[in-house]
C-alpha cells in the first residue's frame, strides 16, 4: 500500500518581491523531506528562485493581472522532490534558449545565467505548455 | 535582507545581508555606482551574512566590476561560504574575480 | 494586487490509521493561519476526522486500492480556510444522511454523530460529486 | 495514543493519552469489555491527557456505558478539558454520563 503523500501549492502575483517568501516555504518542505542540507541550502533555493523569476519577468512580463503558481510534491515512489513552476505566458523552447555562460565571449555578460544555473544545480529541468507555460524541477531525495 | 555600506581607510566594504536576487541586486548597484560617482575606486564585497545570490545577483556582480575598472578601479569579493563557493565555479566567475577567505586579507591585498 | 495564497494537499491510502497524521498537518497549518486556539485544536480537527473517516470507509469501503485526498487551502478574499476531503466512492445525500443525534431516541446510538458535529464545529459543510466525492469543510478565520 | 488501566480500590481508572478516534476505539473497547467480563463492575475513564474525540470515540463510551449498565455497574467520566466539554455538550451526551472536574471526586462518587 501507497504512503501519505504531501504537496504544497503555493500562488503569487507576478511581482520579484514574492520571490523569497516563496523559496523559504519550499526550503522548510525540502528539509522536511530530509533532502541533503546543500540542497537545502543552495541548489533548491537558487533553482527556484531563476525559475520564478523567469516565470515573472519573462513569462508573465511582470503584468500584475497574471499569477504564477508553485506546485512542490514528491514523486509516487517518493525519491524525488518535484517542483513545478507554472506561469500564464506562452512557454518558450528550453534547450534553445540555455546559454552556456562560462565561455570566454559570455563570462562578462550580465544576463543568461538563470537556465544554466538550474540546469547545474537540479538532477532534471522540463518544461512543458499544459494550460500555462511550467518549468519542471527534479531534485532526489537523499 | 540588507545592505552596509562603511569606509575602511581607502576602501569602500560593502556587507551584504541576506539573499542577493533579483528583488533587491538594483539597490545594491544603485549604492556602489553612488560611491563609485563620489570618486571611490576600491571596493570589497563581503559574503560572510549573505545565503544564497541568483544569476541576477552574479550578473550585477559581474558588471559592476566592468564598470568600476573603467574607472580604473577594482571590485574585490571575500568570504564566499561553500554554496556561494560552487555557484562561482558553476559560472565560472570564480576565475574573474579577485576572491579572499578573510575581509582582512581582501583589506591587505588592494 | 493579490496576496501570496498557499495550499497543502494531501494523499492517503483507505486506512483509518492514516488520519491522525493528516489532521496533525492541518492544524499544523491552521495555527500558522492564525485560526483561532480553539478552532484548530477542537473543531478542525474533528470535524476533519469525521470527514476522513466517512470517506474511508463509507466512500472507499476501505478499498485498498482507493485513496482519500485532502486540500486546505485559503479563500480568495483569505477570510475562510477552506478543507476539501475527496473519496473515490459515488456521493451521497448530505441533508438526508444528517441525523439529529440528540434526540431521545439517538441519544443512545453508538453512530450517527458524525455529519451532525461536522454541521456544528465548522461554518459550512457542503457536499459535491466532480470526478470524486467531495465534503468541503469552511471555517471563517479569525 | 495509548490506554492505561489500574486498578484503584474496587474502581477500574482508564487513562486515555492521545486522542480517541476511529482508528484507536476498538483497543478502548475490548480493554474495558475484558475487565467487565472479569467481573469489575466500576469504571472511571480520565480525559486528563486526552486531545480530542471523534463521533466514533463518543459511539464506544455511549456503547460501553450501556454493556457495564447490563452487567449493574456503572462508568463515570472524569477531567473533560473545555474542548471536550463542548464536544459533550453538542451532543446532549454531558445528559447521559456522570461527569466529574476532578479524579478524587469521581472516585469518591462511586
Ligand atoms: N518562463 C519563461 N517564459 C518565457 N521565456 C522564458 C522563460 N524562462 C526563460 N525564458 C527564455 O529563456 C531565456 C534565457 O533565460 P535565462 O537563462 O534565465 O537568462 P535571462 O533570464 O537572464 O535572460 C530568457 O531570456 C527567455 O527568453
Ligand atoms: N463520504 C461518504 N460517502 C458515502 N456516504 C457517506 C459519506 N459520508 C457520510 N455518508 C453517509 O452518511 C451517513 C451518516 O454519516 P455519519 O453522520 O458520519 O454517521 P456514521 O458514519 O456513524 O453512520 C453514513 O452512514 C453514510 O451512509
Redesign the interface.
Known amino acids: 500500500?501507497?504512503?501519505?503523500?504531501?504537496?504544497?501549492?503555493?500562488?503569487?502575483?507576478s511581482?520579484?518581491?514574492?520571490?523569497?517568501?516563496?523559496v523559504e516555504?519550499v526550503q522548510k518542505e525540502c528539509r522536511q523531506l530530509k533532502i541533503e542540507p546543500?540542497k537545502c541550502?543552495?541548489n533548491v533555493?537558487?533553482a527556484l528562485?531563476?525559475a520564478l523569476?523567469n516565470a515573472i519577468?519573462r513569462g508573465n512580463r511582470e503584468d500584475?493581472s497574471k499569477?504564477v503558481r508553485v506546485r512542490a510534491?514528491v514523486s509516487k515512489a517518493g525519491d524525488m522532490l518535484v517542483v513545478d513552476v507554472t506561469d500564464e505566458g506562452a512557454g518558450f523552447d528550453l534547450p534553445a534558449s540555455t546559454l552556456n555562460?562560462?565561455t570566454p565571449e559570455n563570462?562578462?555578460?550580465?544576463?543568461?545565467?538563470?537556465l544554466?544555473?538550474m540546469q547545474?544545480?537540479v538532477d532534471r529541468v522540463e518544461q512543458f505548455v499544459d494550460g500555462g507555460n511550467t518549468v519542471r524541477l527534479t531534485v532526489q531525495r537523499g | 535582507m540588507s545592505f552596509t555600506i562603511r569606509k575602511q581607510g581607502e576602501i569602500v566594504v560593502v556587507d551584504v545581508e541576506g539573499q542577493l536576487i533579483v528583488g533587491n541586486r538594483q539597490e545594491l548597484k544603485q549604492k556602489v555606482l553612488d560611491e563609485l560617482e563620489k570618486g571611490e575606486k576600491r571596493f570589497l564585497i563581503d559574503f560572510s551574512q549573505t545565503g544564497y545570490i541568483d544569476s541576477s545577483g552574479l550578473g550585477v556582480l559581474v558588471s559592476l566590476s566592468k564598470k568600476i575598472r573603467e574607472q580604473g578601479g577594482e571590485l574585490r569579493l571575500a568570504n564566499l561560504n561553500d554554496d556561494l563557493k560552487t555557484l562561482f565555479e558553476l559560472t565560472k566567475l570564480d576565475t574573474l574575480f579577485q576572491i579572499s577567505d578573510s575581509r582582512e586579507r581582501a583589506l591587505e591585498s588592494f
Open positions: 500500500m501507497r504512503k501519505m503523500r504531501v504537496a504544497l501549492e503555493i500562488e503569487i502575483p511581482d520579484v518581491h514574492e520571490i523569497e517568501r516563496v516555504l546543500e541550502s543552495l533555493p537558487v528562485t531563476e523569476s519577468l500584475a499569477y510534491s555562460c562560462t563570462l562578462e555578460r550580465e544576463d543568461g545565467r538563470g544554466y544555473l547545474c544545480l
